[in-house]
């Protein structure tokens, strides 16, 4: 695991160990990391972003330095799990960022508990239509737990992960981020985060694409501001799914950002971290309403009327 100057603090909750990150003072934002990752994704813009927020960058459960158990990997188990991390922590309201499958975290988040959410920003997501990657396709097969074993022993291991290193070293978009695979191929040399993983993707994952969509529920961002952040060069989840935010939900604000791929965190943190803080900056946080979230409910999805907002930065 990548080293990092941020204090891991450690709380149990139902018995099982949470690790993470709590810096900064303000407003909160609570940033939740993609599969196979850990706090440190963040690692680039924490700082930053603690300048005017109180940040706080779990490792979600079956991740990073928190506990592998044997558990509920559903998205909605993850949006309990980090409800109830906040909880202890004492924050009651928070501007939700997630990345990869921690924004199909994040979307799950706001709409079980759009009383604790004030925005949401999605960054690459996941949920946002069936496309994903092969590699992540390949870990709901038969014997991808015995396969990636074999791939993991040492020897093999520190040459897979050198050669990639090495890799995204090269100016070519396709390699944009071998060295964040790395570090997630790397971390497949424990078994009980091999098992972890294999258990989040077959929730959300099958040999089609994507399960997990919010295509049905985006009609409920009308009660909550949205913003959407991707790498034009994505190649684990296609840049095209920002349109399809966008038109699901026309009143967010979507960001594509040229030469960067499935992190665009980490590959132009300081345009990441002004794109949050402007965005927090100059929208209202929701007020939740159980009366106006019924009528929502009630009318359903209505297609949206004329164009939609697509940002990108030069």
Same mark, same amino acid.
């Given at each position: 695991?990548?080293?990092?100057?941020?204090?891991?603090?450690?709380?149990?909750?139902?018995?099982?160990?949470?690790?993470? #990150?709590?810096?900064?003072?303000?407003?909160?934002?609570?940033?939740?990391?993609?599969?196979?990752?850990?706090?440190?994704?963040?690692?680039?813009?924490?700082?930053?972003?603690?300048?005017?927020?109180?940040?706080?960058?779990?490792?979600?459960?079956?991740?990073?330095?928190?506990?592998?158990?044997?558990?509920?990997? /559903?998205?909605?188990?993850? &949006?309990?799990? #980090?409800?109830?991390?906040?909880?202890?922590?004492?924050?009651?309201?928070?501007?939700?960022?997630?990345? /990869?499958?921690?924004? *199909?975290?994040?979307?799950?988040?706001?709409?079980?508990?759009?009383?604790?959410?004030?925005?949401?920003?999605?960054?690459?997501?996941?949920?946002?239509?069936?496309?994903?990657?092969?590699?992540?396709?390949?870990?709901?097969?038969? *014997?991808?737990?015995?396969?990636?074993?074999?791939?993991?022993?040492?020897?093999?291991?520190?040459?897979?992960?050198?050669?990639?290193? &090495?890799? /995204?070293?090269?100016?070519?978009?396709?390699?944009?981020?071998?060295?964040?695979?790395?570090?997630?191929?790397?971390?497949?040399?424990?078994? &009980?985060?091999? &098992?972890?993983?294999?258990?989040?993707?077959?929730?959300?994952?099958?040999?089609?694409?994507?399960? #997990?969509?919010?295509?049905?529920?985006?009609?409920?961002?009308?009660?909550?501001?949205?913003? #959407?952040?991707?790498?034009?060069?994505?190649?684990?989840?296609?840049?095209?799914?920002?349109?399809?935010?966008?038109?699901?939900?026309?009143?967010?604000?979507?960001?594509?950002?040229?030469?960067?791929?499935?992190?665009?965190?980490?590959?132009?943190?300081?345009?990441?971290?002004?794109?949050?803080?402007?965005?927090?900056?100059?929208?209202?946080?929701?007020?939740?309403?159980?009366?106006?979230?019924?009528?929502?409910?009630?009318?359903?999805?209505?297609?949206?009327? *004329?164009?939609?907002?697509?940002?990108?930065?030069?």
């Amino acid at each position: 695991m990548p080293s990092t100057p941020h204090e891991v603090q450690y709380l149990t909750i139902h018995s099982h160990r949470r690790a993470y #990150v709590k810096v900064g003072e303000g407003p909160a934002l609570l940033l939740l990391h993609g599969l196979g990752c850990d706090h440190t994704t963040w690692g680039p813009v924490i700082d930053d972003l603690a300048k005017r927020f109180t940040v706080i960058a779990p490792d979600l459960l079956g991740h990073g330095l928190s506990a592998k158990p044997r558990a509920d990997y /559903s998205v909605g188990g993850y &949006a309990n799990g #980090v409800r109830d991390l906040l909880t202890v922590l004492g924050i009651d309201k928070v501007t939700v960022i997630g990345h /990869s499958f921690g924004g *199909g975290v994040a979307m799950q988040f706001a709409y079980q508990f759009p009383e604790r959410t004030e925005r949401v920003v999605l960054v690459a997501s996941g949920g946002l239509g069936p496309e994903v990657s092969p590699a992540i396709r390949a870990i709901t097969t038969p *014997g991808f737990h015995q396969a990636m074993g074999l791939a993991t022993l040492p020897g093999v291991r520190h040459l897979g992960v050198a050669g990639m290193k &090495a890799l /995204s070293s090269l100016p070519l978009k396709g390699t944009h981020d071998l060295a964040e695979v790395a570090d997630i191929y790397d971390s497949f040399k424990d078994p &009980a985060a091999r &098992a972890a993983i294999r258990h989040v993707v077959r929730a959300v994952v099958d040999w089609k694409g994507q399960i #997990v969509t919010m295509a049905d529920r985006a009609y409920l961002t009308q009660a909550m501001p949205m913003c #959407v952040v991707w790498g034009r060069d994505d190649r684990v989840i296609p840049v095209r799914h920002a349109s399809l935010a966008a038109a699901l939900a026309p009143k967010s604000r979507v960001e594509v950002i040229p030469n960067s791929g499935h992190f665009p965190h980490k590959d132009h943190p300081q345009r990441f971290a002004r794109i949050v803080t402007d965005f927090v900056r100059t929208t209202q946080p929701a007020t939740y309403s159980r009366a106006r979230w019924r009528q929502l409910l009630r009318n359903g999805y209505v297609p949206p009327v *004329g164009p939609v907002e697509l940002l990108a930065e030069a």
